[in-house]
């Protein structure tokens, strides 16, 4: 079963010059594309994510995980080598 992609996601994408698809590892959510090319895959399969909980749970609710979910992964590198990292890419598409 592979995850179905959220328009906010797809916008949040395109916000940062990037593409998605559905990932063809089963253990992830997304697979992130720049000009074609693969740069990462995010998301743990069997976790929800902002665009999830604001359907489930509501707003309110998915701000009070997307808060704890920015603040358990804040030491996590947003770049390395000059490159975007998962993380970055997970913060800003998964939840943005």
Known sequence: MSYTIKARQKAQ????????KPSENKKKKVDV?????????VGAMGYSDYATYIKTIGKKDAN??????????????????????????ADVILWG
């Open 13 to 20: 994408a395109k916000k940062i010059g990037v593409s998605i």
């Open 64 to 89: 009070k995980k997307r808060e704890a979910y920015l603040k358990r992964h804040a030491k996590e590198p947003k770049t390395k080598n000059g490159k975007r990292t998962n993380s970055y890419y």
């Open 33 to 41: 594309f720049k000009d074609k090319k693969k740069v990462g895959s």
